[in-house]
């Protein structure tokens, strides 16, 4: 007996944006929920292996917070090379680059990684430099 499987093919729907004022908010909690945004888990369509057309914009991150000591934890990346460990205080990275490299690591590792991503756009204070019409704002962060 053979088994038949048909991929459904994702119909192609207007990008929805999603404002999220980070005043306030955690470091770790919106991080997730801005990756779980981005994955399209919110939207009855999801699949896992389909780009969702989800935009977050983050406005306020300036004033996220960090709990306990966690704002003095060294930062390390390697570059793969001999002596190319590079160390940096929290202090000294911007609070964008570091919600962006938490959301980072709250998405799947393949391929639509990257491109996920690329639909975070964060702003330190309330402007945005886009001019985008519907937008829906994210309350319960």
Known sequence: MACSFKTPFKKRTKPTYYLVDLRGKTLGRAASRIASILMGKNSPDFTKFWLMDHYVLGINCKYLALTGNKIKEI???HS???????ERSRENIPMTELLRMAVSKMLPKNRLRKRILKRLKLALDESLPLNIKNVVRVENL
Do not use: P, Q, T
């Open 75 to 77: 930062v390390r990346s």
């Open 80 to 86: 793969g090379y001999i002596g190319g460990l590079r």
